[in-house]
């Protein structure tokens, strides 16, 4: 089976972290996450990526390579001006040509997770992913007469669900895609509309995106806790 990692983009959030790196390569546990990436992809026989490069390209071509080194075959697809996911992925059309399965995954080059993809594989056009919706704040409970029983520290909020950038996509998809643009307001949108979009929740699954600098270090403390129980690896 195929995957496809964003990884092109500017990252402009984690700054100054990616001034002279590209945010694919910021380093969670002291590993980078397309490295994790790439082992979360190979743990479920995913053994072939294709992976998106834009900015400060070179950098990801020369620690990835062909991918030997992790087990895996890896082929890119660059960008030399910024198209957004849906761009990105439209320009990496010519390498998944010879997909079997008529179909691949694929994940943004943030995401560090458990989940397993392959709960996602089905005759739609494409199918995403599911997370609960985490609070960005502390919670407090109280009773019927308002006093304070307890507080939840960002809890997931669990009749709420967020896309978790996680993806299973059939080559019809290309049919959807614009030359410049985000996947996210351009094709799923339009195969919402035409019922072609599937999703599937994961409840109890590792899921963060690392978008700041309090998300490094939030995700390292998670990260560590389940390596310590070998929950993850």
Not at 68 to 74: L, M, Q
Not at 96 to 118: A, K, Q, R, S
């Amino acid at each position: 089976m195929k995957a496809v990692i964003l990884a092109g983009g500017l990252g402009k959030r984690l700054r100054p972290l990616t001034d002279e790196r590209p945010k694919p390569l910021i380093e969670v546990l002291s590993i980078p996450i397309i490295e994790w990436q790439i082992k979360w992809f190979k743990k479920h026989s995913i053994n072939e990526i294709v992976i998106c490069v834009g900015y400060l390209k070179e950098q990801i071509i020369d620690y990835i390579g062909s991918g030997n080194k992790f087990g895996v075959k890896v082929g890119y697809a660059v960008e030399e001006e910024p198209l957004g996911t849906g761009g990105a992925l439209k320009n990496a059309q010519s390498l998944l040509g010879g997909v079997e399965e008529d179909g691949f995954f694929m994940i943004n080059g943030d995401i560090l997770t458990d989940l397993h993809p392959i709960s996602l594989l089905c005759d739609n056009y494409a199918a995403l992913a599911l997370v609960p919706l985490r609070s960005p704040y502390g919670v407090v409970e109280l009773d019927q007469k308002s006093y304070v029983l307890g507080f939840i520290e960002k809890p997931q909020i669990r009749d709420k669900w967020i896309n978790a950038g996680v993806y299973y996509l059939r080559k019809d998809v290309f049919n959807y895609l614009p030359e410049n643009g985000n996947i996210e307001v351009t094709a799923l949108p339009t195969m919402a509309r035409e019922r072609k979009l599937k999703a599937v929740k994961y409840e109890n699954s590792f899921w963060r995106s690392i978008d700041s600098h309090k998300d490094i270090e939030e995700a390292s403390k998670e990260l560590k806790s389940k390596e310590s129980t070998n929950e993850f690896r």
